[in-house]
């Protein structure tokens, strides 16, 4: 069964930092872009950052630039997200996904092929 399983959430006061991790199944590993998604309650889910195969390209969301970093290891099948200088604005579920194509990706892509059950960030005093 292919999954994508993630770790790494929880709660952290303004400032601080989080690393999520996710693991996935689908292989070869590195032929798909991992994309990183939240979800804030009550709000759509959106694209926080991706990362191609090879790991030479990134992008990220404007909310997001200069504070997240995304990152890949090949070799362990893993997906990263450092996510630095926390605001209480950054407070929700957050997914990884494995997506077909690194371009155009939106949470309805149908080239997102697998999903991750989500983790949990909560930043709050």
């Known amino acids: 069964q292919v999954q994508l399983v993630e770790s790494g959430g929880g709660s952290v006061q303004p400032g601080g930092s989080l690393r999520l991790s996710c693991v996935a199944s689908r292989r070869p590993f590195n032929d798909y872009t991992m994309c990183w998604f939240r979800q804030p309650p009550g709000q759509e889910r959106e694209l926080v950052a991706k990362i191609n195969g090879s790991g030479g390209a990134k992008a990220y969301s404007d909310s997001v630039k200069s504070r997240f970093t995304i990152s890949r290891d090949n070799a362990e099948n893993t997906v990263y997200l450092q996510m630095n200088s926390l605001k209480p604005e950054d407070t929700a579920v957050y997914y990884c996904?494995?997506?077909?194509?690194?371009?155009?990706?939106?949470?309805?892509?149908?080239?997102?092929?697998?999903w991750g059950t989500g983790t949990q960030v909560t930043v709050s005093s």
């Open positions: 996904a494995l997506s077909q194509t690194f371009f155009g990706v939106t949470s309805s892509s149908p080239e997102l092929l697998d």
